[in-house]
Structure formats: structure tokens, C-alpha cells
RNA sequence: GCGCCCGUAGCUCAGCUGGAUAGAGUACAGGCCUCCGAAGCCUGGGGUCGGUGGUUCAAAUCCACUCGGGCGCGCCA
């Protein structure tokens, strides 16, 4: 309908430069919205004021002569002028009851769309280092990387998701010795745990896994291990220093296939952890890209020599450098240590090498906003590549501050002390965690309170969505046991009895649900599903205590029946959307 | 110091690609179950949209400056 209107008016103002009011050379950006107000009618333009000024006329003659030059449409009843030239469409009651009966036919279907045209589209979100289980900072990424992911596909995009698997790099070195030295401390060798390592149980709880499977094939006794390997921090040393040190005396003990296995029975551990808790998130990926690949693949080192034959390489104190300042980055960024490593930033800069390569249209990275600086860099590589940047959308989401008993959280993965995802869903249910996480806009910051998600209490708004659909569910349950019918086809046949404000208003925001989820899809904001969703539940439950649904007259039941069915369709359209289930009764 | 994000009701937040009297939840004060589920509904009070200046017919929205809060500025990942 909105699209109709915005026709409409297009045509006026072809009829008036054919006319020889307007000037020819204008190119308007037609803007048609719903209104506020009902007194304005369904929908309003500000395009009388928006070319007044260029037109020297005033705004509300203007309006005036766009009415007049108007197609007639059946659906608009009346159009008027209004303020400072707002024109005001009234839409036909019937043209807007229809959206019952459509919804009611196309089901599961409503509200998608198919604007994206098949566009291929890839997502990369929560990338989490495999050193340990996701946490609930994780699960804001998580949830708001898959809700976009669902409003995309909603709308006619062919969207993969993808995890980036920091499978290679130090911290997985440091993971890989926290497993070694847990497992020789169970098999009783004596032997301090670094400052540095990861100290949490579930390396416990591998490195048992790595006893009972292994024996004692990985052990080495204390002085082994230990001597000549510089002090820890808390012996007055260098946690750095020292943990690289024990990094490299595993090597060396282990021999590099026993290191090997060490190492992989932490990452296969962690990362296997870590895919069942997004699954059982309702978080599903389609691809899981390992960061050692692209080293096996030598992709960094054609990424590297891409860059280097385009001249945007230089070496300085024995490492090379990419110019990213050529690019609009602050400084400019090592890719190559002088030690002969790749940075992080290489393989990153091959990783999005090979996204392109591998024919997205469009690739979306969503970050934590504390990768924000790290922003201006990836988009100078991929320029310096050759790319269109413009492909690439880095979406930045706040991490949620915690709070526990009104104090806030503090969270290290390091030290082990924090509130893992799995912990909140065991706690809060999947349905509530989801919904909270994308309840807010992702650059805002989030309070989190645990108290609060972990109460049933109905605060939760989450509740109150489900509880309208269940109400529905259960006066339709209700009917059986009256012993009365529901016929739709017959209620689609009498919508025009649907006259009561309440009802008038219900159907006007569930006209809206397509537009809704357009806008949330393409602008990445499903926190305006949620309010949508919200407010819809608002008027269903404002409509259920104003009127009765089963009433004797067959024609007003069936009407009010459908108007109250598609309701439910909607919600439950809108919270699969979100990852939410719609129960039945609650 | 430089860069990015955020300052809207007591609290948590919408509204921000400029539009008609600034919204919701919560909290607070009242009212509504012989009636399809009260996890609900209705009514009410509550605001210098952080501040100042600018652009515009029109600014919470755009621009500049400023004050507060968060984050980032490694040959770490």
C-alpha cells in the first residue's frame, strides 16, 4: 500500500512537470509515511514542502496541485491537506481489512518478502576464541548476528552465517599448556599453574579427559618441566615471559605430533562446547572457517605478495608494513614481524581476501564495539586490494554490562570468573535470553540484570508477546468445548463488521508487520521487531478485554475470529523471527 | 592527547536518512475478574530531549563547540 501511495504520487508529479509547474530536472525522493494520528488519515507526505522551494511555490498550493493531478485508485478514499502541506491519505476500511484475509492465507509467509533478490549475502559473528566456553558478552553477538541473519533471509537474501575460528596464534598456545600442565598436576607432578594460563574447570575437566585416554604418555617430571624457565609473575618475574618460556619447553618435551595432540584435545574440547551451546542457542552456522587454514592454504603469504606487488608494502627495523594511512587508517599496521611471523592482521587480511573470492555480495562482520580501532584498517586492506569496501559492513555491538544483586559484574576469561552463556539460557530459558539480547539497539550500551532475567517474574516482556499468542490459542480451545465453529472463509466474507476502534487499530498494525520487518532487515535493527511485536501484543490484549470474540452471531464470531487468529499468525511470525517460540498455552 | 559510541520521565530504553501535541516498559496513585487465561486492561501525575550556538518553513533528529559516561589507540589476539 505504501508503495502504491509513493506511485501515486510520482505520476502526479510527472503529470506536473508535463505541465510545465514543476521543473522537468527534479528527481524528489518521494517519502510517504504511516501517520501518528488517525485525524491524518492512514498515510502523509511532506513532499509539497520538500519541493516548494525549488518549485518558488508554497507548499500548500503545490499540495493542492499534486491532488489535483492524482491517479484515481480504489483504494484511497480521500486525500487532504493538512499543516504547514502534509497531504493526507484516507484508506478504504475494506482496503485495509484485507490484510486479514492475506494473512490468513499466506500463513508463515506473512511479512516476507522478496526485496533482497537472492543477493548473497555472508555473516560473520561472535568469532570467539576457542580458549574457553562462550559467555554471556558472546551471546549478545550471538543473538543479534542470527536475528539479522533470519531478517534477512526474511526478505529475499541468500544468507550464510560463519564462525571464524582462531585456531592458530599464541593464546592457543597458552591454551594447549593450561591443558599439559592441569593434566600432569592430575597425574600428581609437582609443578606450579602459570599466572598467565587459563584457569577455569572445564581445562580441568579436559586435561581428566586427556588421563583417562591417554595414560600417562604426555608426562615429564617437575624439573624436567620446569628448570631453567624464567619466574612467574608472582616469584617476581614475567607472566609473559614465563608462560612463552613453558610454551616452548612443551614443544620440546612433547615433540610436535604429542604437542600436537595436547593442543587439538583443547580446541576440539572448547570448540565442540562452544557449537552445542550455539545450537542449542537456536544459533546455527553454515560455516565454521578455521584461521589455521588459511596458513596451510599460504593465503597470508599471497595476501601479503598481493599487496606487495601493488606497492603498498615497505620493510622498517627487519618487518614489513602495510601503508594503510594511504588508506585513511591513523598509522600504518605490521604484517609481518621481524621475527618472520604473520600478525593477526595478515591472517585477517586473507580471511577477507578469500570472503571475496568467494563471491558474497555483500559481507557483514559483527563485532565487539572494542574492536571498533580495528575497523579503519580491515577497509584499507581490502581497498588496497582491490575491493569494494563498500561491500563490507562492520556492525559494532556494545558488550552487556552485568549486574548481579544491583553490583556490577566484573568478568575475565582468564581468571575464570565469569557467567557463561549456557549458565544464563539454564537460567533464563533460551526464549527469554534471546529476546532480551536484541532488545535493545546494538550500539547501545546494555544493562544486563541477572536478577531480573533469572526471576519469573512478569517483568519479563518476553512473556507478555507469548502470553497474547496463547490467549488466542486458548480461545479458540474454547470454542470445541461451546460448541461452536470458526469458519474462515466465512469470517474473510464479513470483515466488514470488524467497525470497533480496537479492532480498526489491531488491523492497522498488523498492515505494518511487512514493513516492520523490512526495515529491521535492512537497516540490521531487530530491536524494532521487538517493539513492534510489543505493541502489537499491547492491542491484542487491550481488544480481548474490551469485546468477546465468542459471541452467538455466526458472521461477527467468524469476523472476530480471523482478526484474532491473524493476530496470533503475526506474533508468532515475528517471534520466530527473533528466535522465540510461540507456545500454545503457558 | 587523538578516534569511535552513548547522554531523552525516578530507573531501563524507543523515537535520530529533519516533519504535525516527545513515546513505551517499570516504579508510584487509583479503578476493572458472576464475563473467551488478571502473566491482562483502563485512568492519572511525572520531561530545560546533557549544555550553548548555527543551518532550515520545520531540529530530540543535521553541523560546530562544550560538559559528562564508556571503549579503543602493540612487531597481542
Redesign the pocket.
Known amino acids: 500500500m505504501k508503495t502504491g501511495i509513493e506511485d501515486l504520487i510520482d505520476q502526479a508529479i510527472n503529470t506536473l512537470k508535463q505541465q510545465g509547474i514543476l521543473d522537468a530536472a527534479l528527481q524528489p525522493?518521494i517519502?510517504v509515511?504511516r501517520?501518528?494520528?488517525v485525524?491524518?488519515?492512514d498515510?502523509?507526505?511532506?513532499i509539497?514542502?520538500?519541493l516548494?522551494?525549488p518549485a518558488g511555490m508554497n507548499?500548500r498550493q503545490l499540495a493542492q496541485n499534486l491532488i489535483d493531478a492524482l491517479p484515481q485508485n480504489e483504494h484511497v478514499h480521500k486525500v487532504?491537506i493538512?499543516?504547514?502541506?502534509?497531504?493526507?491519505f484516507f484508506i478504504h476500511q475494506q482496503t485495509t481489512l484485507d490484510i486479514i484475509r492475506t494473512i490468513l492465507d499466506r500463513g508463515d509467509r506473512f511479512g516476507t518478502s522478496e526485496i533482497g533478490h537472492g543477493e548473497k549475502v555472508q555473516i560473520e559473528f561472535v568469532s570467539a576464541?576457542p580458549?574457553g566456553p562462550l559467555h554471556v558478552g558472546h551471546g549478545r553477538g550471538a543473538a543479534y548476528g542470527a536475528t539479522v541473519a533470519s531478517l534477512m533471509r526474511a526478505v529475499g537474501y541468500d544468507v550464510d552465517c560463519e564462525y571464524y575460528v582462531?585456531d592458530?596464534?599464541?593464546?592457543?598456545n597458552i591454551l594447549a599448556v593450561s591443558v599439559w600442565l592441569r593434566y600432569l598436576q592430575q597425574l600428581d607432578v609437582d609443578i606450579a599453574f602459570p599466572s598467565n594460563g587459563y584457569k577455569g574447570d572445564y581445562i580441568l575437566e579436559i586435561a581428566a579427559e586427556l588421563v583417562e585416554k591417554r595414560g600417562g604418555v604426555y608426562v615429564y617430571n617437575a624439573s624436567q618441566v620446569m628448570d631453567g624457565i624464567p619466574p612467574d609473575e608472582v616469584d617476581g618475574g614475567d607472566k609473559?615471559i614465563h608462560i612463552d618460556a613453558l610454551i616452548e619447553r612443551a614443544r620440546q618435551l612433547l615433540g610436535e605430533k604429542d604437542y600436537r595432540a595436547v593442543f587439538e584435545a583443547g580446541l576440539d574440547s572448547i570448540l565442540a562446547d562452544i557449537a552445542d551451546d550455539l545450537e542449542e542457542f537456536g544459533v546455527h552456522y553454515d560455516i565454521w572457517y578455521s584461521?589455521q587454514t588459511l596458513a596451510d592454504r599460504k593465503l597470508i603469504e599471497k595476501a601479503v605478495q598481493q599487496l606487495q606487488d601493488a606497492g603498498h608494502i615497505y620493510e622498517?627495523?627487519?618487518?614489513l608494513?602495510f601503508r594503510s594511512t594511504a588508506f585513511g587508517d591513523?598509522?600504518d599496521?605490521?604484517v609481518?614481524?621481524?621475527?618472520g611471523?604473520?600478525?593477526?592482521?595478515?591472517?585477517?587480511i586473507a580471511y577477507h581476501m578469500d570472503k571475496f573470492a568467494r563471491g558474497f555480495d555483500r559481507v557483514i562482520n559483527i563485532w565487539?564495539?572494542?574492536?571498533?580501532?580495528?575497523?579503519?584498517r580491515v577497509k584499507a586492506a581490502i581497498n588496497a586490494l582491490g575491493e569494494d569496501d563498500s561491500k563490507l559492513d562492520i556492525l559494532?555491538v556494545?558488550?552487556a554490562?552485568l549486574y548481579r544483586g544491583g553490583e556490577r559484574v566484573q568478568m575475565s576469561t582468564r581468571s575464570g570468573s565469569f557467567v557463561t552463556l549456557r549458565e544464563l539460557r539454564d537460567e533464563v530459558g533460551n526464549d527469554a535470553a534471546r529476546f532480551f539480547y536484541v532488545?535493545?539497539?546494538?550500539?547501545?550500551?546494555?544493562?544486563?540484570?541477572l536478577d531480573l532475567a533469572k526471576s519469573?517474574?512478569?517483568?519479563?516482556?518476553v512473556?507478555?508477546i507469548?502470553?497474547?499468542h496463547?490467549?488466542v490459542?486458548?480461545?479458540?480451545?474454547?470454542?470445541a468445548e461451546?460448541n461452536l465453529s470458526h469458519d474462515i472463509e466465512a469470517g474473510n466474507d464479513k470483515l466488514e463488521l470488524l467497525t470497533e476502534s480496537h479492532e480498526t487499530e489491531l488491523t492497522l498494525q498488523l498492515a505494518k508487520y511487512p514493513e516492520v520487518v523490512e526495515?529491521a532487515a535492512?537497516?540490521a535493527?531487530p530491536?524494532?521487531l521487538v517493539?513492534y511485536l510489543?505493541?502489537l501484543?499491547?492491542?491484542?490484549?487491550?481488544?480481548?478485554?474490551?469485546?468477546?470474540?465468542?459471541?452467538e452471531d455466526d458472521a461477527i464470531r467468524n469476523a472476530?475470529l480471523n482478526l484474532i487468529s491473524a493476530a496470533s499468525q503475526v506474533i508468532h511470525n515475528g517471534l520466530k523471527l527473533l528466535g522465540v517460540s510461540a507456545?500454545?498455552?503457558?
Open positions: 525522493a517519502q509515511t501517520t501518528r494520528d485525524a491524518h488519515g498515510f502523509a507526505s511532506n509539497a514542502m520538500m516548494a522551494k507548499p487532504e493538512a499543516g504547514p502541506g502534509f497531504i493526507n576464541n580458549t582462531n592458530a596464534g599464541r593464546q592457543m609473559e584461521e622498517n627495523k627487519g618487518a608494513w591513523e598509522k599496521r605490521v609481518i614481524r621481524d621475527n611471523q604473520a600478525t593477526y592482521f595478515a591472517s585477517d565487539g564495539a572494542d574492536h571498533h580501532g580495528y575497523v579503519p559494532l556494545q558488550f554490562i532488545m535493545r539497539k546494538c550500539e547501545q550500551h546494555m544493562d544486563f540484570d519469573q517474574s512478569n517483568d519479563n516482556p512473556y507478555y507469548q502470553y497474547a496463547a490467549r490459542c486458548s480461545v479458540l480451545r474454547q470454542l461451546k526495515k535492512i537497516n535493527d530491536h524494532l517493539h510489543r505493541e501484543a499491547n492491542q491484542f490484549h487491550t481488544y480481548y478485554n474490551a469485546h468477546q470474540f465468542i459471541v472476530r507456545p500454545e498455552s503457558m
